[in-house]
Nanobody, 126 residues
Framework: VQLQASGGGTVQAGGSLRLSCVTS??????????MGWFRQAPGKEREFVAG????????RWADSVKGRFTISRDNAKNTVYLQMNSLKPEDTAVYYC??????????????????WGQGTLVTVSS
């Protein structure tokens, strides 16, 4: 299973970015996985940002991004998205997508996720 995150870049505070996570692999079907986005800022631990269930029917967000970020998925395209609006300097981090094969809900802890992408850097300038 491979996860490829993209879409990061540098944006001014108040701006927007959309991250994509394209998944692939032999016999891989995105619909079999809960998907999550995490981020890690310099000197800090990796933290949960948002997650979405297999069908897309339920979503979960960290309090710090609620109302500003939206997670979505297109199972036919094997792709998960993170739309980030009203970005703040404290959103600066490397963003990772992750796939969870076993949970029945969206976990907020990294150890539940089985596969990880390589990360994409988001820098928000003030």
């Amino acid at each position: 299973v491979q996860l490829q995150a993209s879409g990061g870049g540098t944006v001014q505070a108040g701006g927007s970015l959309r991250l994509s996570c394209v998944t692939s692999g032999r016999s891989f079907s995105l619909s079999g996985y809960i998907m999550g986005w995490f981020r890690q800022a310099p000197g800090k631990e990796r933290e949960f940002v948002a997650g979405i269930t297999r069908s897309g029917g339920n979503r979960r967000w960290a309090d710090s991004v609620k109302g500003r970020f939206t997670i979505s998925r297109d199972n036919a395209k094997n792709t998960v998205y993170l739309q980030m609006n009203s970005l703040k300097p404290e959103d600066t981090a490397v963003y990772y997508c992750a796939a969870d094969a076993d949970s029945d809900y969206v976990p907020q802890t990294a150890r539940h996720y089985d596969y990880w992408g390589q990360g994409t850097l988001v820098t928000v300038s003030s």
